[in-house]
């Protein structure tokens, strides 16, 4: 299964939105007409697909690393504050 051109657009889109003039939030809604809740939603899909890190494996390796990184961050945090001792 290939990817559409949606998807395609989208990977394209975070590997080069910061290039374009205003934020992120705005480049999404204006060349791919979704609200940012619906980006990262596909983009967090995507990640995991095999078709989308042989269209762009850098981004996606990058996107891995970041997702990796937030969850250890999350556990890591959760778990050294643990319970209070009084």
């Known amino acids: ?3 559409s051109e949606r998807e395609r ?3 394209d889109c975070e590997r080069s939105w910061w290039k374009e003039a205003g934020s992120k939030e705005a480049v ?3 060349q791919l007409g979704l609200s940012p809740t619906g980006y990262y939603r ?3 899909t995507l ?3 095999p078709e989308a890190q042989a269209y762009d494996p850098l981004v996606v390796l990058r996107l891995r690393r970041d997702r990796a990184r937030r969850r250890r961050e999350r556990f890591q945090g ?3 504050d643990g319970p209070r001792s009084r």
Do not use: P, T, Y
Request: aromatic fraction near 0%; avoid cysteine; charge should be negative.
């Open 1 to 3: 299964m290939s990817l």
């Open 9 to 11: 657009a989208i990977l």
């Open 28 to 30: 999404i809604r204006e």
């Open 42 to 44: 596909l983009l967090g």
């Open 47 to 49: 990640v995991d697909s």
């Open 78 to 80: 959760a778990s050294s």
